[in-house]
């Protein structure tokens, strides 16, 4: 689209690309290294939108990136051309798509370089950059590196690194996780002042403490990291983002929540973070609102639990032959989700298909990376086959995966041969109810198992209905889980699931009403859809 123009104007810059150089004016502005490519695919292109495929296949490849690095290096595109992505002049993103330029090019009517930078260049004066791979010693592992012409000075020395650390991150898998990690210190100890190297750990440490049963010290590590850059950066949405999801990891949802705010007040077309956000929607109870977020998505093949979410959002909404048609394609489409792992089976068992349930368990369980929420589903199931140690063992297992987490504990004491002592009940549940109030539903429905425990099963009923209070819409699980098969026959039991339902099917009307609701949800009813109980 250049067409031989080596010497451009983009409104008041002057752009070089022989000498791979922006100025204003006088000034030269720091632009090199991958911010450099970036710009030059952009200038590529004029003012058509550049897609996410296009920017990683001619900017980092042959590495392997997601789109928060290519957002993060657009990120530092802007501050070295001195824009503002909220008023942007020189690059703006299309929400969805990719980015482009704001405006068109115009060819410079003279060559502006001095005769001594036309010497210096000499007859490299079009060399193109090069990618090669150094093999690493240490871990024989090929990482891209760049060779620039003479005059080119990368703008990090870390960025090969980061490069491969990207790579490993958006791989998805627990060791490339912790491979992805180590690179991510090692860019850190390269350039300390790197800031996608902060961003890029933050989020790997998030993502081992959240996916893959990691110390809960990774995520308050991230929570740092994080906090370091919203500190140094405050106008930078993806820091509040990431911030967010070291809180979301945690367990802190109202900090969470706050974050996810802030970031999309900074950048509106962060979907990832409206996806997340979508997420703690769910969980407290506001099921329209997290499927509409989810639903008119504008890349959901981005995002990569939304499919998961929708799913789950329509199975608590009640449109279960919607819910299992989804639930049972992911769970074929992504092995290596932990989460589809999880919905489809725990699904089956609230339809009551048991046996089904069961098989898709044990594959999930053969796939990978166990999780506690994996566990429970089969301590469940094993408690309605009749096999309370099997049972108490999977319980056990869940407990020793995550043993921070409150119900698992409290779950594996409550089932074992010998069960728990008296003494041991009372202080638990004293403990739990000083804990503060995190925004989840599962503190209630903790204290609500060790009420029925003690044999109180008004108190646990009251539990409960302090979960549904804090979000919990499971009226399907709470029928058919054998944990709380002693209040079924309480009184007040038949109230608490009308009270779920009825919740349920006024959001549900919402849904069926909405004019935003897409072309394939069209075959929705406005009754629960069979297979619920």
Known sequence: ?????????????????????????????????????????????????????????????????????????????????????????????????????????????????????????????????????????????????????????PRSPADPVLQRAAYYAAIGQASNNDRAITLYRQALQIDPDSSAARHGLARALAADACLFNGAPSHAQEALRLAGQVVQATPDDAAAHALRGYAHDCLGAMPQAIADYQQALLRDPDDERTRASLAYLQQEQGHLAEALKANLTLRAPERIRFRDVQVARELELLGFT????????????????????????????????????????????????????????????????????????????????????????????????ASGPAPDWVVARLREVTAQNEDGWSDAALERALLHQAQGDAGAAIADLHRAVDAGFRDAAWLRVTPLFAPLQQAPGWEGLLARIEADVAAQRAQVLAAAWRPEDLDGLSAAPATGTR
């Open 1 to 153: 689209m250049l067409a031989g123009m080596t010497s451009v104007r983009l409104l008041d810059l002057h752009i070089d690309r022989a000498l791979q150089q922006v100025r204003r004016g006088d000034a030269v502005l720091p632009v090199s290294g991958l911010s450099w490519r970036l710009l030059d695919c952009l200038l590529e292109h004029g003012t058509d939108v550049v897609d996410f495929d296009t920017l990683a296949q001619q900017v980092w490849a042959p590495a392997v990136v997601g789109e928060d690095a290519i957002s993060q290096r657009v990120k530092l595109l802007r501050q070295a051309l001195g824009d503002d992505s909220r008023q942007p002049r020189y690059v703006r993103s299309v929400r969805g798509r990719g980015y482009q330029l704001c405006a068109p090019l115009k060819s410079c009517a003279e060559d502006t370089r001095t005769p001594a930078s036309k010497a210096k260049e000499g007859p490299q004066r079009h060399r193109r950059w090069v990618w090669l791979t150094a093999g690493a010693a240490a871990a024989g592992a090929a990482i891209a590196v760049i060779v620039a012409s003479p005059q080119r000075v």
């Open 321 to 416: 032959d919607a819910a299992a048609r989804r639930h049972a394609r992911n769970f074929q489409l992504y092995p290596d989700n932990v989460f589809s792992n999880i919905a489809w089976p725990r699904a089956l068992m609230n339809m009551g298909e048991q046996d089904k349930a069961r098989q898709a368990l044990d594959q999930a369980l053969a796939r990978g990376t166990p999780h506690p929420q994996l566990l429970r589903l089969q301590g469940e199931l094993l408690l309605m086959h009749g096999d309370p140690q099997g049972a108490a063992q999977a319980f056990e297992r869940g407990h020793q995966l995550r043993p921070q987490q409150s119900l698992g504990n409290t779950l594996s004491a409550l089932h074992q």
